[in-house]
T-cell receptor, first 116, second 114 residues
Framework: AQSVTQPDIHITVSEGASLELRCNYSYGATPYLFWYVQSPGQGLQLLLK??????LVQGIKGFEAEFKRSQSSFNLRKPSVHWSDAAEYFCAVDPVGSSNTGKLIFGQGTTLQVKP | EPEVTQTPSHQVTQMGQEVILRCVPISNHLYFYWYRQILGQKVEFLVS????????KSEIFDDQFSVERPDGSNFTLKIRSTKLEDSAMYFC????????????FGEGSWLTVV
């Protein structure tokens, strides 16, 4: 079945430490890939996206993500986490070749806690 | 930066009542969406809307739900007779194109059904 998996439900890192949030998908073709962030009480803000081309994409707030076709992964990274990065992070997929309606499939989210 | 705006930010309603959630998508966008997030669960697609008609809907989007673009700027989600399980955050979103284009989300409307 088509799905998006974020294996880590909850991650805690120290401020200044590096961060990697995992995302795996299972689709036949390479989908379009997104990372969104949701701060408490806020909506979903787009961090970055991958459609094609360079597999390492840069986003806002110092985030980057790398698409690895062989692993069906699109992991989000940040070299040095700030306290304000504490939020919930969602990986999402737009399956190319689906009904072409721009419907996103979301992972279950990873909650990031930042220790001072 | 243009944004999707939603009202109300929070609504409490009694079971069986009708609710209308309102959204103003980004002005040059052509595709509109509603998603829902039940507390502690995934964000789920409800419906997409293009050219004044529904282009796709999920199994969740049953006869109790409807969407409308009553004028050139608003996009609404109506729940005819709310149930307790409709309690969720409802996100409106819009995009310029269909598959592969970036979808921008509003801040959400919290619906609590009591």
């Amino acid at each position: 079945a088509q799905s998006v998996t974020q294996p880590d439900i909850h991650i805690t890192v120290s401020e200044g430490a590096s961060l990697e949030l995992r995302c795996n998908y299972s689709y036949g073709a390479t989908p379009y890939l997104f990372w969104y962030v949701q701060s408490p009480g806020q909506g979903l803000q787009l961090l970055l996206k991958y459609f094609s081309g360079d597999t390492l994409v840069q986003g806002i707030k110092g985030f980057e993500a790398e698409f690895k076709r062989s692993q069906s992964s699109f992991n989000l990274r940040k070299p040095s986490v700030h306290w304000s990065d504490a939020a919930e992070y969602f990986c999402a997929v737009d399956p190319v070749g689906s009904s072409n309606t721009g419907k996103l499939i979301f992972g279950q989210g990873t909650t990031l806690q930042v220790k001072p | 930066e243009p944004e999707v705006t939603q009202t109300p930010s929070h609504q409490v309603t009694q079971m069986g009542q009708e609710v209308i959630l309102r959204c103003v998508p980004i002005s040059n966008h052509l595709y509109f969406y509603w998603y829902r997030q039940i507390l502690g669960q995934k964000v789920e697609f409800l419906v997409s809307f293009y050219n004044n008609e529904i282009s796709e809907k999920s199994e969740i989007f049953d006869d109790q739900f409807s969407v409308e673009r009553p004028d050139g700027s608003n996009f609404t989600l109506k729940i005819r007779s709310t149930k307790l399980e409709d309690s969720a955050m409802y996100f409106c979103a819009s995009g310029q194109g269909s598959s592969g284009n970036t979808i921008y989300f509003g801040e959400g409307s919290w619906l609590t059904v009591v």
